[in-house]
C-alpha cells in the first residue's frame, strides 16, 4: 500500500511539474519569408551557439513554423523571425 501511495505521488508530482518548452515542428515548410534577398530562410533547430560566431537580434520564432531569417555579417549572424507573406 506504501508502495502504491508513493508511486501515485510521484506521477502526480511530475504531472503537475512544469514540462520542456514547446518546440515547433521540425522539417514543417515555411509559413512566410524573409524581408529581402540579403536573408537566408535556416532552420530554427540548426541555430546553437558553437563559438565560432555570435548571433544577434530575436531567435523567437513567433509563427511557429520552426524557420529564421538569417543574414551573415561577418562573424555575426543577424537572426529574425520569417514574417513576410509570401508573394
Known amino acids: 500500500m506504501k508502495r502504491l501511495f508513493t508511486v501515485l505521488m510521484l506521477v502526480l508530482m ?3 511539474s512544469p514540462g520542456p518548452a514547446v ?3 521540425h522539417g514543417e515548410s515555411p509559413i512566410r519569408g524573409c524581408p529581402n534577398d540579403s536573408f537566408q530562410l535556416h532552420d530554427i533547430h540548426d541555430h546553437h551557439e558553437d ?7 530575436s ?10 531569417c538569417v543574414k551573415h555579417l ?8 520569417n514574417n513576410v507573406p509570401f508573394k
Not at 563559438?51 to 537580434?57: A, E, K, S
Not at 531567435?59 to 529564421?68: F, P, Q, R, S, V
Not at 561577418?74 to 529574425?80: E, M, P, S
Open 23 to 25: 518546440l515547433a515542428d
Open 59 to 68: 531567435d523567437a520564432d513567433h509563427n511557429g513554423d520552426g524557420w529564421l
Open 51 to 57: 563559438g565560432d560566431h555570435r548571433h544577434i537580434g
Open 14 to 16: 511530475m504531472s503537475l
Open 74 to 81: 561577418g562573424d555575426k549572424h543577424l537572426h529574425i523571425d
